[in-house]
């Protein structure tokens, strides 16, 4: 069984630019969400993904956007980085959102 | 909005003493999990609680849930330094999960020789 993963593992990027973090589901899980954990902090809830759908909201501005695949992996997309946007980011899979199961992260930084 | 808060944020213990991390929520509960997280880590699952009165212990850790009082507890026991970590709880108050996890600030635990 494989679990969560993410890529890239690293990324660094500049004040106004796009990017894109994705991420694998652990086999047989059919929710992503996201969470953005910044730095001394615990993690914040972005946004959920069921079945293609985003399903669930956090407190984040529009500029931060997902998709969820056929084969249930996700993408989240930030447009016009800020700095305030460095963070790890975590996505977590799980079974009709019973247990989260959290992947390695990715660690932005906007410089 | 819920509110999810941990006390201690930060703790330093003696291996070998035992101690306790609370965590108190602000709105009626499905659900709560205890996470443990490394430095530059990712989140491990070390508890699921699912009603009022749920223990559940794995090693030196035994996790309980009060959801009247809306508190649950995280209570080491020996510390070892292997335990040195920052531990998270989270509240899920949909059981369908659409807001999410609420997580506290988390606590720092370090343990001493």
């Known amino acids: 069984e494989t679990g969560v993963t993410q890529s890239p593992t690293h990324l660094i990027k500049t004040r106004g630019q796009q990017v894109t973090l994705r991420c694998s589901s652990q086999?047989?899980?059919?929710?992503v969400s996201w969470y953005q954990q910044a730095l001394g902090q615990g993690p914040q809830f972005i946004f959920q993904y069921y079945r293609e759908e985003e399903n669930g909201r956090g407190n984040f501005p529009p500029r931060f956007s997902g998709l969820q695949f056929p084969n249930y992996s996700s993408e989240l997309n930030v447009n016009a980085l800020e700095l305030d946007d460095s963070a790890l980011y975590l996505c977590?899979?799980?079974?009709?959102?019973?247990?989260?199961?959290f992947g390695p992260g990715t660690r932005l930084t906007v410089t | 909005e819920l509110k999810v808060e941990q006390n201690p944020l930060f703790l330093s213990m003696q291996e070998g003493k035992n101690y306790t991390i609370y965590c108190n929520y602000s709105?009626?509960?499905?659900?709560l999990y205890w996470y443990r997280q490394d430095p530059g880590k990712s989140l491990e699952s070390l508890f699921v609680?699912?009603?009022?009165?749920a223990v559940k212990q794995e090693g030196r850790l035994m996790a309980s849930l009060d959801t009247k009082a809306r508190l649950s507890t995280l209570h080491i026991t020996a510390a070892v330094h292997d335990l040195s970590a920052t531990y998270f709880c989270?509240?899920?108050?949909?059981?369908?999960?659409?807001?999410?996890?609420?997580f506290g600030k988390g606590t720092h635990l370090i343990i001493q020789p």
């Open positions: 609680l699912l009603s009022n009165g």
């Open positions: 977590a899979s799980s079974l009709h959102n019973y247990e989260q199961y």
């Open positions: 086999s047989g899980h059919n929710t």
């Open positions: 709105t009626t509960s499905d659900r």
């Open positions: 989270a509240v899920d108050i949909q059981g369908g999960g659409a807001d999410g996890l609420t």
